[in-house]
């Protein structure tokens, strides 16, 4: 008798938005700011109370087209699989040296638009900037301090993690050499690309050290400092505050708004809690794999990917251009409504007794009815 042994390999596979790549066994609880068409995400935060977020940066390089993962794609995956700030950067540096970063960031058929990726990886207690070109990456810890990313490269000598052949690699290519301190802004920034025009930066230091929930919810705001933009071309998409206490009986609490240009829109608290009620007015419709973003060649065509609150808020957005009074009344008790949550959640980050989950388990999902029965 022949006994057949029949050995079978389980590798579950994962679609992001171009690749599929391995899974892991488990994944964490996220909550994502996705640009609906793709798979990733360019912010969040997950129930370990991990953020984090990502931009589009320009390098001497130019930027892959072949389809790999984008840096949103990474953006999600490091939430994903990471319990910390520093294993959401492992993660995401080993994926990026396994699979390459790269394919189209816009949804447009008619050119490809290719960018490297900077993110900024926080958790209760530190915080990283992950900055790339390629598979070519540094890092930076933070503990202390105000720091922003912007669309430039910002950092420079002081360097805490870097890929083991990043240095070998820029001075085959003649960019450092190997002398002179090993600046990656320098070494990597085009040559007519200026360090410290981050908008960011001025407004924060406006705040003068302040870094409440209200204060970084004005710099977000911000018009003058071009940080808030709301341009025929261009529109601040979405925005995220994320208070997370390093005492880790407090809850982390996360603000989202959900909808565009954040000086017109307002910041609803959200935090992790098991059984947490989902909110599909704030998703946009699923198109499965119609989509023309998941169909080659890709996106031949735009679908109507907006939400209900996004609809509501479109409506609002004209009243306020159209509408001087009825605008500025509207405006005014949405700011209020935005003013109770902060205040409610200034509470829970204060009191002394533990979190009832039950208490916030329709936090977000209440906020953002309450805010659709005003726009109505
Ligand atoms: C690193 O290079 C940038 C860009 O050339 C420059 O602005 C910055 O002062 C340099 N920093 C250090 C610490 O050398």
């Known amino acids: 008798m022949l006994a057949i042994v029949l050995l079978f390999l389980f590798l579950v596979s994962l679609q992001c938005t171009y690749i599929e790549i391995e899974q892991v066994p488990k994944t964490h609880a996220i909550v994502l700011s996705r640009p609906s068409w793709l798979w990733g995400a360019e912010m ?3 129930e370990h109370g991990v953020c984090v977020a990502n931009e589009a940066v320009v390098t001497r ?4 087209e072949s389809e790999a993962l984008l840096g949103m794609d990474l953006v999600r995956l490091g939430l994903e699989r990471g319990a910390t700030a520093k294993e959401a950067l492992d993660v ?3 994926l990026l040296e396994e699979h390459g970063q790269g394919g189209n960031y816009y949804e447009d058929g008619s050119s490809c638009h290719t960018f490297q990726s900077a993110f900024l990886i926080v958790d209760r207690n530190e915080a ?5 070109s390629g598979k070519y990456w540094a890092a930076e810890k933070i503990t202390e301090g105000v720091k922003c990313i912007c669309n430039q490269l910002s950092l420079t000598t002081k ?3 870097e890929h083991p052949e990043l240095r070998n690699y820029v001075r085959s290519q003649g960019w450092w050499n190997g002398d002179s301190d090993f600046n990656f802004s320098e070494v990597f920034s085009l040559a007519d690309d200026h360090l410290a ?3 960011g930066r001025e407004s924060l230091e406006k705040q003068g050290g302040d870094v409440s929930a209200q204060a970084m919810i004005d710099v977000l705001r911000d018009k003058d400092s071009g940080v808030c933009v709301d341009s025929e071309s261009f529109l601040t998409t979405a925005s995220i505050v994320s208070v997370l206490p390093q005492d880790p009986s407090f809850p982390c609490v996360h603000y989202f708004t959900g909808t565009p240009d954040p000086s017109r829109s307002i910041f609803k608290p959200f935090i992790f809690v098991d059984d947490v009620k989902l909110v599909p007015k704030v998703q946009s419709p699923s198109f499965g794999n119609d989509d023309p973003a998941k169909k080659i060649p890709r996106f031949q065509e735009k679908p109507d990917r907006r939400h209900e609150l996004y609809k509501a808020h479109e409506w609002a957005r004209s009243l306020l251009e159209n509408d001087q009074d009825k605008g500025q009344k509207l405006m005014r008790i949405m700011l209020d409504l935005e003013k109770q949550g902060l205040e409610a959640m200034e509470d829970i980050l204060t009191r002394t007794e533990v979190l009832d989950p039950a208490e916030v388990v329709d936090l977000f999902y209440d ?3 309450t805010e659709l029965k005003f726009f109505k």
């Open 92 to 94: 995401i540096v080993a």
């Open 44 to 46: 969040g935060a997950n």
């Open 197 to 199: 025009c981050c908008s």
């Open 367 to 369: 906020c953002v009815d």
């Open 128 to 132: 990283w900037i992950l900055e790339t």
């Open 159 to 161: 360097i805490d993690a």
């Open 61 to 64: 390089e130019p930027a892959s």
